[in-house]
DNA sequence: TCTGCTATGATATAACATAACATAAGAAAT
DNA sequence: ATTTCTTATGTTATGTTATATCATAGCAGA
């Protein structure tokens, strides 16, 4: 069975959230971590409005999106939380019980049925990356890939 | 002086663009060249509503979002254009005159200054990176990576 | 209690994108 | 030349993602 599959400790991964933002002097307030726990509990990324729908849902409380907007940008900051760019959309950071400095993210997205799943590419590869691109004068900002097409379980389905 | 930084022939990128077109059995009309033109002309990626007006004020013509929208996907479809999937932006091919196969783009994106450059990341850095995913079961749709940082340009600019 | 900071709420609007249906323009067939 | 078909474009409406701005609440420290 492999990690990906195995239920998450939702307690545990808050305890852990609870303690990196008290380490960084920030506050994971009931509300963050309301978001948090609704990213947690998908089974794919959500939109800032979809966290909006299922935070009504989970916790029958309306959440404004400038708020939830907010909160993610608090998340992130955090890392708690990845945004994916090519779709807009943010996902719980799959490390976050891991103690290991967090490496720059990278990410699969299946284009068929949404689900994303976080790996780290070998170190030496991003490094090879940068190397070929030193030559151009330019300046990584971050590395996070996100690499689009389908997942194990879609190309095994019909269509 | 480095080939970027070469003035554009723009008549005959249209003309070997048109060429393109013609083999592939579909119509370059004005309104699509004239959008790609618009792009050509352009020092850095444009949203589709920038596009609606430079248009409005290259060809004293207005046109409607939607249309663009269209055409964008045609001259895509055409590989005469890219789209960014991290901001929403088009621009045209830098290798639409090239004779050789197209590779799959990557993109330096300036996060300060907005230009982007389109680089070609040597083939087998692909390959290992294709490696390396190859055991999550997942299959590659596209490997356009886009690279946010900072350009050469405006690293020596003082901010 | 006052002050000030941080978090959140509320409203509006910007920016990017698509759906659905209508019309026009051009090629091919008769 | 007219019909017919297809492709391209126009029009309107709406969906989706994101930010700006100003107001308010809640809490911590002087």
């Not at 990196?20 to 800032?48: E, F, H, M, Q, Y």
């Not at 490496?103 to 590419?121: A, H, M, N, Y």
């Amino acid at each position: 069975m492999k990690s990906s599959d195995m239920p998450l400790d939702i307690d545990q991964i808050i305890k852990k959230s609870q303690e990196v933002c008290t380490l960084a002097g920030a506050k994971l307030t009931d509300k963050r971590k309301n978001v948090l726990i609704v990213l947690l509990a998908a089974a794919t990324p959500l939109s800032a409005y979809e966290i909006v729908e299922r935070y009504k849902t989970h916790f029958h409380e309306a959440l404004p999106v400038m708020s939830v907007y907010r909160m993610l940008d608090f998340l992130i900051q955090e890392k708690l939380v990845h945004k994916l760019e090519t779709s807009g959309q943010y996902m719980s950071c799959a490390h976050i019980t891991c103690e290991h400095q967090h490496e720059t993210p990278q990410f699969l997205i299946c284009d068929r049925c949404g689900s994303v799943k976080e790996i780290g590419i070998k170190q030496h590869i991003i490094a090879e990356l940068e190397r070929s691109i030193q030559s151009t004068g330019f300046t990584l900002a971050h590395q996070q890939l996100e690499l689009h097409g389908i997942c194990e379980h879609c190309q095994i389905k019909p269509q």
